[in-house]
């Protein structure tokens, strides 16, 4: 008996087959042999599935990669350049495969403002924002890209000193509530 | 992401993090899982914990990365003992774990692809359960399954 059907039976002693999938993932135990021969067959049939990948589905991973990254930034505190709002507008355009001309006509918007927008010469405004949501079929929802927009400006106000600096200046009569 | 105590019905906030060398000796202590899972530290391994309670572990998956084949092989899920069965307390636990794996298979750049080498009985109850489907001698969810189990069991993330 291997060691899997070991495992299977002493589990089958308390739980039914419904429970056990509820609760366990384990794999079948094979000779090294077998196991090679299984590799390999299964090899075979991954890479030929990976040719097969349609447009479709290869744009839909992309996305989902894109989307992913985009959360587990969110979960960090640190700004990142690779997630400003125009580099991953940037990357948004690229990875769907279609020109920023067509891109800007798609989502309302003037190709010279989206360029702006793209290159940092402009922020991008709430209402980009809804219409990014649209044209992703809701998959990066506004306040995501609201997010990324947000996590720069805390970055910028946090490290610009000389604007700190010169807009200080600017002020008369500040609180002094320090004891 | 939400597990559910299955009495109440409530929502438990919970989180999945890598095992780290010191939950070791929480996992041998808590006696509530049967595989060796020392054994599996050459793999990736990852826990599952109620943001409350750090130290409970309810659950242990370990994971291989197989880059040139676009994949994460799954290699091993057990839930701890208070979890299994009719008694159990917290239900989703191996869904949440299993949609994480998913999750990391995406965000790696392999369409979402976890491979699964399930005993032969079992491999329907897989397949209707988390909509694995056969490749060869193996069970995988890509795609639009892998993303339907990250939608379902991690809905916040």
Request: glycine share 4%; aromatic share 12%.
């Amino acid at each position: 008996m291997n060691n899997s059907e070991k495992i299977y039976k002493k589990l089958s002693k308390t739980y039914t087959d419904e429970e056990i999938v509820e609760s366990f993932f384990f794999n079948e135990t094979l000779s090294e042999e077998e196991q090679k021969a299984v590799n390999e067959e299964f090899r075979k049939l991954r890479l030929a599935r990976l040719k097969q990948m349609t447009p479709q589905q290869i744009l839909l991973g992309n996305l989902m990669q894109m989307k992913i990254l985009m959360q587990d930034y969110f979960k960090t505190s640190k700004y990142d350049p690779a997630f400003s709002f125009a580099n991953q507008l940037k990357h948004y355009i690229k990875l769907i495969g279609i020109n920023s001309k067509t891109f800007s006509a798609d989502i309302g918007i003037h190709p010279t403002k989206l360029s702006r927008i793209i290159h940092e010469k402009e922020s991008p405004n709430i209402e980009l924002m809804y219409r990014l949501e649209k044209h992703s079929d809701g998959e990066f929802p506004a306040f995501y890209w609201w997010r990324l927009h947000a996590r720069k400006l805390e970055y910028l106000i946090k490290t610009d000193l000389e604007k700190k600096l010169q807009e200080s200046s600017k002020v008369s009569n500040p609180l002094n509530l320090s004891a | 992401m939400p597990l559910r105590n299955i009495k109440t019905g409530e929502s438990l906030r919970s989180a999945i993090e890598a095992v780290l060398q010191s939950d070791f000796k929480l996992i041998a202590k808590s006696k509530e899982f049967d595989f060796d899972w020392e054994v599996e530290k050459e793999n990736e391994l990852y826990k599952i914990f109620l943001v409350n309670a750090e130290d409970e572990i309810l659950g242990i998956m370990s994971l291989i990365d197989i880059p040139e084949e676009y994949r994460i092989h799954l290699n091993l899920i057990e839930i701890g003992k208070s979890n299994r069965g009719k008694g159990k307390v917290i239900d989703l636990i191996a869904g949440s774990l299993l949609a994480f794996g998913c999750r990391l298979s995406f965000a790696r750049g392999y369409f979402g692809f976890l491979s699964l080498h399930p005993k032969t009985k079992l491999i329907e109850l897989y397949q209707n359960k988390y909509g694995f489907r056969q490749y060869g001698r193996l069970l995988a969810v890509e795609e639009e399954a892998s993303k339907a189990l990250i939608q379902k069991y991690l809905p916040n993330e």
